[in-house]
């Protein structure tokens, strides 16, 4: 675990550490991080488990999730990715393919925040522009109101010169 430990903390991440699945757990939901690397056998929950309640919670789904296990049988793989997990990885590990997968990881997770940054963005404008819209309609109604009011005969034009409001007289 310790070589785990210094390979993350090399690699710029803070690490925080549980004892079991359950404490895992907790501290994953109170902390929200990035990224998290779970055995596949912990003691009170294991990481199959683990994966599937975090998965169940919204800040859960956006966590990277890469699990570590003793066994690299197909069958474990398949069950780690249906759980949620988004890595599989078999000990013992290699630190430097560890660091490659966590780099991998670490730009899932960039993309997943500009995309969250981008869907805020356009949200934003969004709003923007329906109240924009809103003040065009309440101007149109004021405009064709004053138009229509008129004793005179008026217009609007366009830019082109093409009428564009006419009032009844």
């Known amino acids: 675990m310790r070589v785990l430990e210094n ?11 549980a004892s079991d699945g359950k404490e895992g757990l907790e501290l994953a939901l109170g902390l929200r991080p990035q990224l998290i690397i779970t055995e596949w056998a912990m003691p009170e929950m294991d990481g199959i488990n683990f994966c599937k309640v975090l998965r169940q919670t919204k800040a859960g789904r956006r966590v990277y999730v890469l699990i570590l296990s003793d066994s690299d049988d197909d069958q474990k793989l398949i069950e780690a990715f249906e759980a949620g997990a988004d890595d599989y990885n078999v000990k013992p590990f290699d630190p430097m393919v560890l660091g490659a997968r966590l780099r991998a990881g670490q730009r899932v997770v960039q993309l997943q925040e500009d995309m969250e940054f981008d869907r805020q963005q356009l949200h934003k404008f969004a709003d923007e522009l329906a109240a924009f819209n809103h003040r065009l309609r309440k101007s149109d ?26 009032n009844k007289a």
């Open 7 to 17: 390979t993350m903390g090399e690699a710029g991440h803070t690490v925080f550490t």
């Open 141 to 166: 109604v004021s405009m064709r109101a004053i138009l229509d009011n008129s004793p005179y005969i008026a217009w609007l034009k366009d830019a082109e010169g093409r009428y564009i409001k006419v």
